[in-house]
Nanobody, 126 residues
Framework: QVQLVESGGGLVQAGGSLRLSCVVS????????MGWFRQAPGKEREFVAA????????GLADSVKGRFTISRDNAKNTVYLQMNILKPGDTAVYYC???????????????????WGQGTQVTVAS
C-alpha cells in the first residue's frame, strides 16, 4: 500500500516562501509520477504542479509559473514544492498525489492519480 505524507505548510506573510514536502512509502518511489494540487474553501481542487518519474519533466499551472518549483529526490522518496512570492490567493490545503507511471507525460487531472496524501494547510496573510 502506498502512503503519502505532506509537511511544511503554515502561515506566512504575502511575499514570503514555504517549501512543502511529500514523503512516499510502501512501494518503489521512482516508478511514480507525482503531482501537487490545492483546494481553497468553497472552491474545486485545482492542479498546481507535476513531475514525471525521474524528474526530467515538470509542469506548472499558469497561476504559479515563475513562483513555484516542483522537484523530487528519489533517494529520499520525497517530492517538494518550493513556493516563493506567495499571495493570499495561494491560501489552500495542498495535497500531493502519486500515479504509477514512467515516461514523459505529465498528468494535470486529479482523477489520473491513484494515491493521495492527507493535505497540509497553507495560509498566506496579506
Amino acid at each position: 500500500q502506498v502512503q503519502l505524507v505532506e509537511s511544511g505548510g503554515g502561515l506566512v506573510q504575502a511575499g514570503g516562501s514555504l517549501r512543502l514536502s511529500c514523503v512516499v512509502s510502501g512501494r518503489t518511489f521512482s516508478i511514480y509520477a507525482m503531482g501537487w494540487f490545492r483546494q481553497a474553501p468553497g472552491k474545486e481542487r485545482e492542479f498546481v504542479a507535476a513531475i514525471n518519474w525521474n524528474g526530467s519533466g515538470t509542469g506548472l499551472a499558469d497561476s504559479v509559473k515563475g513562483r513555484f518549483t516542483i522537484s523530487r529526490d528519489n533517494a529520499k522518496n520525497t517530492v517538494y514544492l518550493q513556493m516563493n512570492i506567495l499571495k493570499p490567493g495561494d491560501t489552500a490545503v495542498y495535497y500531493c498525489a502519486a500515479r504509477n507511471a514512467i515516461g514523459t507525460y505529465l498528468a494535470r487531472q486529479g482523477h489520473e492519480y491513484g494515491y493521495w496524501g492527507q493535505g497540509t494547510q497553507v495560509t498566506v496573510a496579506s
